[in-house]
């Protein structure tokens, strides 16, 4: 398996600009999770799905933020209108039914700096 | 609320020298716990994990971790550290199923010849 992959690795761009996330999770998992890492606030919990539907949005930062898992395979994180304090490395996880001690999977992080 | 702490921001150590990273967790109820370490530039990976059973959990890479219940703490160990060892590592706590994940800050090794 090519483990969780996330896309665009960098992404740069201006403030007010629209920002989309990618991410698609280890095939057969049923939650995927997105979080966000600063230095200042170290790894949060954004969001996460189970099963393609929502179950916690809590630690969205505000209404700027969404995130859809329209398949199995794939989700989206957007950023409309983007501002230099999003910028972070966001990374999506996957994690399998397999009982609370089955661990999350991490993509390799989208680096996202807004100017 | 839930929460981890992990106490040392940064730790420096000698190549072949042993290893200990503090976890302390703020849970009712038993934990899942994890660790996970970050290389720069890489996403997170597991190193392992404890759910119930033996509390010595052996993982990748020659780490071990030791649950304490009356300490509320997972320290993670390492008898000889490579130099490759060097990155960040975090500590979870996976409540609700393992659906929720809080992690610590983080602490990031520095690995000297």
């Known amino acids: 398996d090519a483990g969780v992959i996330q896309s665009p690795r960098h992404e740069v761009t201006e403030m007010g600009q629209e920002v989309t996330l990618r991410c698609k999770p280890i095939?057969?998992?049923?939650?995927l999770f997105w979080y966000r890492q600063t230095m200042m606030r170290g790894l949060e919990l954004l969001i996460y799905f189970n099963n393609n539907v929502p179950i916690d949005d809590s630690g969205m930062p505000e209404d700027r933020f969404s995130a859809k898992m329209p398949n199995a395979s794939f989700s989206t994180l957007k950023i409309q209108p983007s501002e230099p304090r999003d910028s972070a490395v966001y990374f999506c996880?996957?994690?399998?039914?397999?009982?609370?001690?089955?661990?999350?999977?991490f993509g390799p992080g989208t680096r996202l700096t807004v100017l | 609320a839930q929460s981890v702490t992990q106490p040392d921001i940064h730790i420096t150590v000698s190549e072949g020298a042993s290893l200990e990273l503090r976890c302390n967790y703020s849970y009712g109820a038993t934990p899942y716990l994890f660790w996970y370490v970050q290389s720069p530039g890489q996403g997170l990976q597991l190193l392992l994990k404890?759910?119930?059973?033996?509390?010595l959990v052996q993982g990748i890479k020659g780490f071990e971790a030791e649950f304490k219940r009356s300490q509320s703490s997972f320290n993670l160990r390492k008898p000889s550290v490579h130099w490759s060892d060097a990155a960040e590592y975090f500590c979870a706590v996976g409540v609700l199923l393992g659906n929720q994940f809080y992690f610590g800050t983080g602490t990031s090794l520095t690995v000297i010849p």
């Open positions: 996880a996957s994690r399998g039914t397999s009982g609370g001690e089955g661990e999350q999977f």
């Open positions: 095939s057969g998992h049923d939650y």
């Open positions: 404890y759910f119930s059973g033996d509390t």
